[in-house]
């Protein structure tokens, strides 16, 4: 039986997380034995206790954009010389065979496999781009200290291979997948959900999810509300869900302010991170994700596609290759609210049918593209080859 440590930048139940979850479920337990290592105890937690999976709490060093300072990267150095003694120790002392780095953020692992001769699969899922000094030492550390890269996408892999040169062979695009058991168009929550946040039936939503920070979009989310209600007297909603990083609350605040300075509170529920995530999907008419920055490819978009939603996205990184522009829903360029505001009213309000068409198509390229079980499957036998 192969011991496998899992190395991953958070407890709580976004994509990334639902994904390794997903992954170690599909483990064959007679042949794997799977340790996961977190930064901090969340709702991963109790999950992977029904599972019976061991887990172990140690502050990572977790290289975020607000590490990207004078003083957060001294930080940050301190607490990778503090967790590669940690993992050096633990490897050694729990008979670790393979280290499974979950997140291009997590640098330490890869280092400590590769100073105990010990294989590394590293799943890359970030895409990058500034400071030029940190996309450099995160492309080359994953080259370097890996047996095998899984890229979330084609975006992500070029970008990566940008300062790994002749190592294409080790760089290999593995799309994320959603269980389409969970994430089912047949949800019968709708209602239930519509109710909570206080809307009718013939209410048109239109929702967003993710990280609330300074990439994603909320604000351009924010700024194409008004655009749309000057253009209709339908009754539209708005729904953002999501939550900050430990430390970046200041991200909530200012989009609340923002909600009310554009006097648009009665138009949108900011109804933070939801559990039951398939539930508030099956109350949305439109799925948007209005990042500002290249997605490396969102498990959300995919959810909502799962969902039989439309989806609006922006025409930068991998978002392009789960969109499919005028077949699944629409790709526009980042930043541009009224843009978003003339895509939201010709899915909602000028065409049903296309509407309907979009989430059906989209439906089939997750099911026939974006699969979970190819997913794991791909992963599992890096392990063994």
């Known amino acids: 039986m192969k011991k496998i440590l899992y190395l991953h930048a958070s407890a709580e139940l976004y994509g990334s997380d639902y994904v390794l979850l997903n992954l170690l479920k599909a483990l064959d337990r007679k042949k794997f034995y799977p340790e996961v290592i977190l930064p901090f105890k969340g709702p991963l937690c109790g999950l992977l206790d029904e599972a ?14 607000n590490c990207f300072t004078v003083p957060g990267l001294t930080l940050f150095s301190l607490r990778f010389l503090v967790s590669f003694i940690f993992l050096v120790f633990f490897i050694h002392r729990h008979g670790i065979e393979i280290v499974h780095t979950n997140t291009s953020a997590v640098w330490v692992g890869g280092i400590a496999a590769k100073l105990l001769r010990r294989k590394h699969i590293w799943q890359v899922m970030e895409l990058v781009e500034k400071p030029r000094i940190v996309f450099y030492a995160m492309s080359r550390i994953t080259g370097i200290f890996s047996d095998r890269v899984f890229t979330i996408s084609d975006a992500v892999r070029k970008h990566f291979l940008v300062f790994n040169k002749g190592m294409e062979d080790k760089f290999e695009t ?29 209410t048109f939503v239109v929702g967003m999810a993710g990280r609330i920070n300074q990439w994603k979009g909320q604000d351009v ?78 498990t959300v978009t995919l959810a909502a596609m799962a969902m039989k939603l439309p989806v609006i996205g922006t025409n930068i990184g991998g978002t392009r290759e789960t969109i499919l522009d005028n077949e699944t829903g629409f790709l526009i360029e980042p930043s541009k609210p009224f843009v978003l ?19 059906e198509q989209g439906y089939l390229r997750v099911k026939k593209k974006f699969s979970l079980a190819n997913y794991c499957q791909t992963v599992i036998r890096a392990y063994t080859s």
Request: charged share 25%; hydrophobic share 40%; proline share 4%.
């Open 174 to 202: 593995l799309y994320h997948g959603v269980d389409l058991k969970e994430y089912d168009w047949r949800n019968n929550n709708r209602e239930k959900i519509r109710n909570q946040i206080g809307i009718g039936k013939n």
């Open 341 to 359: 505001a003339e895509k939201i009213l010709s899915l909602i309000i000028m065409d049903r049918k296309l509407r309907v068409m979009m989430g």
């Open 52 to 65: 019976g999976i061991d887990y172990f709490i140690h502050d990572l060093p977790v290289l975020r954009r």
């Open 221 to 298: 989310f924010v700024d194409c509300i008004p655009e749309v209600l000057g253009m209709t007297d339908e009754n539209i909603h708005f729904l953002i869900l999501g939550s900050c990083f430990k430390g970046q609350e200041h991200y909530e605040k200012e989009l609340v302010d923002r909600i009310n300075r554009l006097s648009v509170q009665s138009n949108v529920t900011v109804a933070g991170f939801q559990k039951n995530f398939a539930d508030w999907l099956s109350a949305m008419d439109v799925f948007v994700l209005p990042s500002k920055l290249p997605e490396p490819n969102a």
